[in-house]
């Protein structure tokens, strides 16, 4: 742990098949006016809508709905929520929903009473919160993002065509948040192997980087595993609750900063994708995966003795008569069967992506990296690998 | 992640060299009376008295101090404590040390406006907090117990010759503590490896519980690599500031809740150390390391899957060509064979425990367990065992 750091997450973490049994309490600790915010019908499909508005009416909330928050939420929606905030003195914004209704949550709680326009202070100059936030809460129905337990709060400004994410400080982190493994049965296939390859991601943008030999490292290697087993299991059974339980757990910790204490980080498939993202809608952690592949494969000579660790200690390849080269591209390699075998697609093509967009997407992707820092070219080539 | 559970960890963590210059800004959120409170003279030794008393002057502060706390604290030491704490009104307990001073200061803070008997309500009956508890902030100078960052107050009755702890909810938890792994320097070599073992033992009693296939276990793993390794060069060399700091780490991470989710757990091992403890004043992860070893091949086929699994994937054993029991004993041999590496003693005996002593601690354990449980003859039996 050679970096030193401060770390401190206050979100209370309800998980397992009871946790709603714990809102009713939760709910108590803030005031009558909620904002219930949440995506499309499916939480209405599956029942959860009616189990939560009927905890709310219980325990004598005044409740103001925003739904349909895109998977890429629009700041057109967090301007919208945040006039919601104002006009009826919203207490407590409840997210039901994943990532993408997490972020928004979090979007409208800082933005509700910012001093000027939330937006160029908040996403693009990275200013300091200096205003009140609205308290939020979560219920969990997706996993992928960890943003039920960190200050990420990712948004696409629609009329600049320009997704970008900010984490805030913990006193935007969500006060609580619910997770039942149950309420992701009926996520779509795609979308959960698209969460299972987010959290993938989140442990590998913080796992590449540092020649150092620090605990995180071994504890998101402890992870992975975990991840992959029951990424396996999930795909098999998706009503296998130990699988799916595991796979929300792995998410949560996968970017609730405890894996990435000390580390310097990469995060440049992250900045790649977002932009992928804002031009195709994809689902993210697909475009996570497809842009993966091809960025290990150019930047992985930059740290190499990382990816043979890697290759060796989560994939198992045997290192004997090997180069350190051959071991890890082996490891790449794995990682790409993996992908392949819970049904990810491989290419952007089929992500919807078309080839105009590959220079607009690698021109407008922020710089950034671990082992290496790519130029907009070097990204333009890692696009047109996998397109 | 099998098991539900509610998961909330408000302590502010500042790791680091630089980790000290965070104190005035911590002290600024509490008043003006402080206790300090350590062990014996060897924070001034190091010159941390020194710096921390002229921190607390230059931040206005009003300093009544407590020193003398004993490794095992006495329960004599809580009441004087909180004593001090009515007179002064104290504000804030500031613990300077380990484990122990630490652990006193949680005690010190439940007690100090306590209704009623604070033992018999809080250490015997295992009450939930009632009544004001004063905030602990720590400075941490020594490794192992992880309270830190959680809720565990192990105090020793000495009229009762009865150790016990109790682990208190998140308000009584540290507001913040302060981790420079540099103050961990001159710990005498003998308590350093106490603290390692201590971890470890920690790690343990949380991972062989459950047939489950939970995240829990697979991050338990990687931290026990990152220990296993870090040991071994902190041995060689005490101001390898690496590994120093990546223990320091895995201690905090290893009872921060957080390896123990959705975990049964056992803490046999703890409960009996507890008593020899009591009856010997025997450094705490020296004493668990020389009962763990029978315990461990005596309750391992209650749990031998897990026995086998930790084997291969802690220790590395080549399972080919062995049964299941084989595995499971040699993952145990290499744990031996690791505490004498580290230069830990194998007998009770070396750790001033006389044979008449045996039966009486037996006789006052705890009992508990995870994949069995144990009577009265068996601890004794395995307490002649390590004699």
Same mark, same amino acid.
């Given at each position: 742990m050679k970096y030193d750091f401060t770390y401190y997450n206050p979100t209370r973490i309800h998980f397992g098949?009871? %946790? /709603? =049994? $714990?809102l009713a309490d939760e709910l108590? @600790?803030? #005031?009558? @006016?909620i904002l219930l915010l949440y995506g499309k019908n499916s939480i209405k499909k599956i029942g959860l809508y009616d189990s939560v508005t009927a905890i709310l009416k219980e325990c004598g909330k005044n409740v103001t709905e925003l739904s349909g928050i895109k998977p890429n939420p629009a700041y057109s929606q967090v301007l919208e929520g945040a006039k919601l905030c104002r006009e009826n003195r919203i207490d407590l914004i409840l997210a039901v929903g994943g990532g993408s209704v997490i972020d928004c949550a979090k979007a409208i709680s800082v933005s %509700?009473? %910012? $001093? #000027?326009d939330p937006w160029q202070r908040y996403w693009i100059d990275f200013e300091s919160v200096d205003n009140d936030v609205i308290p939020v809460g979560t219920i969990l +129905? /997706? !996993? #992928? !993002?960890a943003s039920e337990m960190n200050g990420g709060s990712v948004i696409t400004n629609e009329e600049l065509t320009l997704k970008t994410g900010r984490v805030f400080p *913990? =006193?935007?982190? *969500?006060k609580f948040s619910i997770l039942n493994p149950?309420? !992701?049965? +009926?996520? *779509?296939k795609i979308q959960m192997v698209s969460g299972i390859f987010d959290i993938m991601s989140h442990l590998m943008e913080q796992y590449f980087s540092g020649d150092d030999d620090n605990t995180t490292d071994y504890v998101i290697e402890g992870v992975m595993h975990s991840l992959i087993n029951s990424a396996r299991k999930a795909v098999a059974d998706p009503y296998d609750y130990e699988a799916r339980s595991n796979i929300m757990w792995c998410a949560t910790i996968g970017l609730n900063r405890i894996t990435g204490l000390s580390k310097t980080q990469d995060w440049e498939v992250h900045n790649i994708e977002h932009q992928l993202g804002a031009y195709t809608d994809c689902p993210h952690g697909l475009g996570l995966s497809v842009i993966s592949m091809p960025y290990y494969r150019y930047i992985y000579k930059y740290g190499i003795d990382k990816f043979v660790r890697y290759a060796i200690n989560v994939w198992g390849v045997n290192p004997e008569d090997k180069t350190k080269d051959e071991i890890a591209l082996e490891g790449i390699d794995r990682l790409q069967e993996f992908s392949k075998e819970i049904g990810i697609p491989q290419t952007l093509r089929e992500l919807g992506c078309t080839e105009n967009m590959l220079r607009k997407i690698a021109d407008t992707s922020i710089l950034g990296g671990g082992y290496k820092q790519l130029d907009y070219d070097e990204i333009y080539n890692i696009l047109k690998e996998c397109y």
């Open positions: 098949k009871e %946790a /709603m =049994s $714990k108590q @600790n803030f #005031g009558d @006016n %509700a009473y %910012a $001093k #000027g +129905t /997706m !996993t #992928g !993002t *913990p =006193s935007v982190y *969500p149950e309420l !992701t049965y +009926t996520v *779509p």
